[in-house]
C-alpha cells in the first residue's frame, strides 16, 4: 500500500515517467566507476563508438495503473568487458548484482516505492566487445490520485 503524500511537505515525489528515469539516472551516476549511461535499448551497445564500461541501460517496460497505483516498469542493465579468454565472467556477473542491489536500496531511499521481489539475471553477450553483467526488473510505484497531476477534460 503507498501512502499519502503530503504536498506541504519537501520530500522528493515521483510525479511521472521523466521525473523517474531522471532519479534512475542520477543514482547510476552516484555509483562509483560509473561508465556510460544510456536509454532505451541495450543493443544501442552495437552502434556506440565509444563506451565506458561499466555500461548501464535503462530501458522502459509496460507502466500499468491499478486502482490509484501508478507503476512505472523498468529494466536495468549493467554491462561490463570480459578479458579475451573470459576468465573474469564470475567477476563481473557477481559486480553487476551488487551494483543493480545497490542501485535499487539507493532508489527505496529516495521516498519512492519499489517493489521488493527483484529477480537478477545474468548474461554474456556479445555487443562490440565481449561483455557480461546482469539485468534486474523494477517497478517504481505512486499514488495516482494524491501524488499526479490532476488532468480533468471539460465536455462541455
Known sequence: MVGKCKRQ??????KN???????????????????????NDIYQLNQM???NYPAYCITQQQHTQTDNIM???FTLFYVDRLKDDETNRIDVQ???ISVLKLIIDTLATQNVLVNSDVTYTTFNE?????????????????????????????LD
Open 49 to 51: 563508438q565509444e563506451v
Open 94 to 96: 557477481s559486480t553487476a
Open 9 to 14: 511537505t519537501k520530500q522528493r515525489v515521483m
Open 17 to 39: 515517467l521523466k521525473d523517474s528515469i531522471n532519479l534512475l539516472e542520477k543514482i547510476i551516476k552516484a555509483v562509483p566507476n560509473a561508465g556510460t549511461v544510456f536509454l
Open 126 to 154: 556479445r555487443f562490440n566487445d565481449k561483455c557480461a553483467g546482469a539485468y534486474a526488473n523494477i517497478s517504481i510505484m505512486y499514488n495516482a490520485d494524491e501524488c499526479g497531476v490532476p488532468l480533468e477534460l471539460n
Open 71 to 73: 507503476s512505472f516498469n
